[in-house]
Nanobody
Framework: QVQLVESGGGLVQAGGSLRLSCAAS????????MGWFRQAPGKEREFVAFIRRSGGSTYYVDSVKGRFTISRDNAKNTVYLQMNSLKPEDTAVYYCAARADGSYYRTAYEYDYWGQGTQVTVSS
């Protein structure tokens, strides 16, 4: 079983930055592919970013390309989401998720483990 704990959310003005962290335990972190998703009120959970086990490849939803960066530190069992140039439409609960293989997926149901989420609110 894998436990995921997100942190780093908060309230920020438009144009500001936040860095989310997700600490993993319960399994060798380098064996997990990691993703970030978000869910705004009344909307479905949306893929944001993905990083392969080695950190060598990353993928993003078009709306965050050039603004968000996903990274990981396998020595610290942690994945990060650096969010710059934040917009009010980025407001959501952000979740990290893990898959126990190296495949790249953008759909939530393909992920085996989830954190509890952290709220990000961007004011205009």
């Amino acid at each position: 079983q894998v436990q995921l704990v997100e942190s780093g959310g908060g309230l920020v003005q438009a144009g500001g930055s936040l860095r989310l962290s997700c600490a993993a335990s319960g399994r060798t972190f380098s064996s997990l592919s990691m993703g970030w998703f978000r869910q705004a009120p009344g909307k479905e959970r949306e893929f944001v970013a993905f990083i392969r086990r080695s950190g060598g490849s990353t993928y993003y939803v078009d709306s965050v390309k050039g603004r968000f960066t996903i990274s990981r530190d396998n020595a610290k069992n942690t994945v990060y989401l650096q969010m710059n140039s934040l917009k009010p439409e980025d407001t959501a609960v952000y979740y990290c998720a893990a898959r126990a293989d190296g495949s790249y997926y953008r759909t939530a149901y393909e992920y085996d483990y989830w954190g509890q989420g952290t709220q990000v609110t961007v004011s205009s």
